[in-house]
């Protein structure tokens, strides 16, 4: 890589922590006091310590790891670590005040720019190279600004999230035939990639047809209406014992009203739009429509060859469009909105497949588990990948309208327990060719 291009990717990197910072802000000066150190559920922190974890993770990677120096708060390691305390604990720890975690922001900000200044892209150093340990650090606060809005989400009272609608969508073919052959998954030059994300390998992936776009409110709803969440044939084992368990018959969020159904949106209750992907389901309600449905959910190298592979040249792509940064055209990311858009929309987003919206509008859930891939090394730490894998965590991919452009790419990985629903989740299901 030139030195211009590494010079260009620290200029990236405060661009992108610059973006961050507005986005954890807005989602936290829109609230007193009150609401920052309430817990809104169980399943979720007080926005207050996600504000302050932020810049404790930016103390610990920026200032030391870094830049070499003391750190500014080392004495709050532990209370915003979270494998330390789990989420429904927190409240009940000595937490930074959101005036005093704000102030922490703050200046742990000014000195980890100073750093990232001073940094040399060039050196052998893994961290400061291509900027990498900057990226990281920006996608870990875009990841806790998504999870802030899942809290927003759930919390209950007056409405303090506003944004426009996103984009109408267009009747598309009900699915895409994607050819077999071998891909390269993964990457192995993406400068801000992610440990789970490498490195490239050659997959072999048979043919296979797959959703044009991910499955939609209407088409879930006659899984509903079918007596889906009544019938065990559809199920997973476990997902079955969980429907027994919990009661649920319908997404998270959503009730019925006489013959209509109603969703609660940030603190606004709508009529369910029937074109719009369904969202807040877990994998085991997926599952259970898709075997409804006579498919199956996608593995996560099928969904990964749907997003990238470009059959004209042999090559994988970054995003589905090619290698151009998601714009406005692309996708719906970075909360622009605050729901998916309608099926057929983004038609500039489209990969060579065919395939619609396979970035942002809704995480998409595949049938796997969350292994390393071949020749996998952990870097810069276990606790961010190696420790999750195995059969209890299930891939999710392409991200949502919650989540931003640093955090997503065609090789992005996330995961997630099976019985998750408040995360921003949907899926698109497919068959053998």
């Not at 150093?125 to 650090?137: Q, R």
């Not at 052959?181 to 072999?204: C, I, K, Q």
């Amino acid at each position: 890589m030139t030195t211009d291009l590494r010079t260009d990717l620290r200029d990236r990197a405060r661009t992108a922590l610059e973006r961050a910072r507005r986005r954890t802000l807005a989602l936290t000066d829109c609230l007193d006091d009150d609401g920052l150190t309430a817990q809104h559920s169980p399943l979720m922190s007080p926005l207050v310590w996600d504000l302050a974890h932020i810049g404790s993770q930016e103390d610990i990677w920026l200032l030391r790891a870094a830049g070499r120096g003391p750190g500014l708060r080392p004495d709050l390691d532990d209370m915003y670590d979270a494998f330390q305390h789990p989420r429904a604990d927190r409240p009940a720890l000595p937490l930074l005040t959101p005036a005093q975690a704000r102030r922490y922001l703050g200046e742990v900000r000014d000195r980890a720019l100073a750093v990232l200044a001073g940094s040399d892209p060039h050196g052998d150093d893994p961290l400061l190279a291509d900027a990498f340990v900057f990226g990281m650090v920006a996608q870990h606060e875009q990841q806790h600004d998504e999870t802030m809005l899942a809290t927003h989400q759930l919390r209950r009272g007056t409405p303090v999230l506003h944004a426009p609608a996103p984009p109408g969508g267009h009747p598309l073919p009900d699915e895409v035939l994607v050819p077999g052959g071998p891909f390269t998954m993964g990457t192995s030059t993406d400068p801000w990639a992610l440990d789970n994300e490498r490195p490239a390998h050659t997959v072999e992936v048979p043919a296979f047809h797959l959703d044009t776009t991910p499955v939609t409110n209407a088409a879930y709803q006659e899984f509903i209406a079918a007596g889906g969440y009544d019938e065990p044939r559809w199920w997973h084992p476990d997902g079955w014992a969980h429907v027994r368990r919990t009661g649920i018959h319908a997404p998270l969020f959503r009730r019925r009203d006489g013959d209509a159904w109603l969703r609660r949106r940030f603190g606004r209750t709508e009529p369910v739009p029937p074109d719009e992907p369904v969202v807040h389901v877990c994998w085991y309600e997926a599952d259970a429509y898709a075997r409804w449905a006579g498919r199956r959910l996608p593995t996560e190298a099928e969904w990964e060859k749907a997003a990238r592979h470009d059959p004209a040249t042999g090559t994988s792509r970054t995003y589905p469009w090619g290698e151009a940064e998601p714009t406005a055209r692309h996708a719906n990311l970075g909360q622009r909105h605050l729901a998916p858009a309608p099926a057929g929309a983004y038609p500039a987003g489209a990969a060579p497949s065919g395939a619609r919206q396979l970035i942002g509008d809704v995480w998409e859930w595949t049938s796997s588990d969350f292994t390393a891939y071949p020749g996998f090394g952990a870097f810069p730490y276990r606790e961010y990948s190696e420790v999750f894998f195995g059969p209890g965590y299930k891939v999710l991919r392409g991200g949502s309208f919650g989540a931003d452009q640093v955090a997503v790419r065609g090789t992005f990985r996330n995961w997630d327990y099976p019985i998750r629903r408040q995360i921003f989740a949907g899926f698109r299901t497919a068959r053998d060719a």
